[in-house]
């Protein structure tokens, strides 16, 4: 009798998870507690992050062990309402540092918000890490960016700047030199398009203004050739940003890989499978 209970348990048990690999896909991360070593256990800390003469309110989620770490720095959208914790903490448990920031003027940080201050913001949070690696055992010479939304146009903007930061990951970019063009510089138009009546400390004709004179900074495709050796990955939810792409493709001599998936703008139904991308890429 126990042995016929024991067939049945089994029968049920391996039903259901074939019911529940279908309804996923297949997509399943295993997530488990974390043995905090003694001498240096994982753990959070607030920062304050010195970049154009103002302070960046941030945090970095400590990985575990004694050893310098990979680091990861998140990269926010506009206004930042997405901040992909979800990836921060299992990227953390793998062995990742990870830094999440506020650019200037946006949230908590000081200064003035420019989208040409979020691409100094990062460069300057590079160095800062440069500084104290030691401190935070950061392993300088394996950081990696992650952006989502405007974050990804910075990612791919910073990243052009960064000698010693190979590798990108761009989530749903947001082409502002295209949004500005679609409007033709009527900056009431775009500021309603991109919401800035609503967020951050800098009026929309501060914000657009110096899109609409000076496109050619903000054309993600100007950035190709000094992209050429980084390792980058576009993700993204439409195929509008495919001309940008193709662009920064035909120029990579290292890693490019661009797709669009059937989701939303923050990857609700695809976390766990963005999750295992991201993962994969910073194991690369």
């Known amino acids: 009798m126990k042995k016929a209970t024991s067939y049945l348990f089994a029968a049920v048990l391996l039903l259901t998870t074939t019911i ?8 399943t991360l295993v997530l488990t507690d974390i043995q905090w070593d003694a001498a240096y256990p994982a753990g959070s800390e607030e920062l304050n992050i010195p970049s154009g003469g103002s302070l960046l309110q941030g945090f970095i989620y400590k990985a575990n062990g004694t050893a310098k770490h990979p680091t990861l720095l998140l990269l926010h959208g506009y206004p930042g309402n997405e901040r992909n914790l979800d990836l921060a903490q299992v990227a953390r448990a793998r062995g990742w540092n990870v830094i999440y920031f506020d650019y200037r003027g946006s949230w908590a940080s000081q200064g003035i918000f420019s989208f040409k201050h979020c691409v100094e913001d990062v460069v300057n ?11 935070l055992h950061i392993d300088t010479n394996n950081i990696a960016l992650f952006g ?51 967020v951050l400390n800098a009026t929309p004709a501060q914000q657009f203004t110096p899109v609409v004179k000076n496109p050619a900074y903000y054309e993600l495709q100007n950035e190709a050739k000094a992209l050429a050796d ?20 035909r120029q990579n001599n290292a890693y490019f890989l661009y797709e669009v998936w059937p989701t939303d703008h923050p990857f609700t139904n695809k976390r766990v499978a963005l999750i295992k991308k991201v993962l994969a890429f910073l194991r690369k």
Not at 149 to 157: A, E, F, R, Y
């Open 125 to 135: 949070v590079v160095g800062w890490c440069t500084k104290n690696s030691d401190s």
């Open 148 to 198: 989502h939304s405007m974050g990804g146009w910075v990612c791919l903007k910073a990243l052009a700047q960064l000698p010693n930061v190979q590798k990108g990951f761009a989530l749903s970019t947001w082409d502002i030199a295209g949004s500005v063009a679609a409007q033709k510089g009527d900056l009431k138009a775009i500021a309603k398009d991109a919401g800035a009546y609503f």
């Open 20 to 27: 529940l690999h279908a309804q996923t896909g297949g997509d």
């Open 230 to 249: 980084k390792q980058i990955i576009m993700l993204d939810e439409h195929s509008h940003n495919q001309p940008i792409a193709n662009a920064l493709q």
